[in-house]
């Protein structure tokens, strides 16, 4: 079993920044890629960003890219995004999710999930 714990989630206006966080405990983090999801309010779950194990691979959402930037601590166990130049669009709860090895973008490939945070995005 793998626990995640999503933090940094708030309230900001176009053009801030924040920085999401997502602390692992359970099994050996470094043998688990990680993902960053969100789901805005009557909209399905999509794909953020993901990183693999040891970090050297990362892949994003076109939405996202140059935006967004996922990277890991192996050592601290946490995973984080940090997300620049938001907009309204960006509005959703995100989530955090681990799978074992491969990294992948498909939200049915992770095997946990963290409970969300929310990011909210004001014009």
């Known amino acids: 079993q793998v626990q995640l714990v999503e933090s940094g989630g708030g309230r900001v206006q176009t053009g801030d920044s924040l920085r999401l966080s997502c602390a692992a405990s359970?099994?050996?983090?470094?043998?688990?890629?990680m993902g960053w999801f969100r789901q805005a309010p009557g909209k399905e779950q999509e794909f953020v960003a993901a990183i693999s194990t040891s970090g050297a691979s990362t892949f994003y959402a076109d939405s996202v890219k140059g935006r967004f930037t996922i990277s890991r601590d192996n050592a601290k166990k946490t995973v984080y995004l940090q997300m620049n130049s938001l907009k309204p669009e960006d509005t959703a709860v995100y989530y955090c999710?681990?799978?074992?090895?491969?990294?992948?973008?498909?939200?049915?490939?992770?095997?946990?999930w963290g409970q969300g945070t929310q990011v909210t995005v004001s014009s």
């Open positions: 999710a681990a799978r074992f090895l491969g990294v992948r973008v498909a939200r049915g490939e992770y095997d946990y």
């Open positions: 359970g099994r050996t983090f470094s043998d688990y890629a």
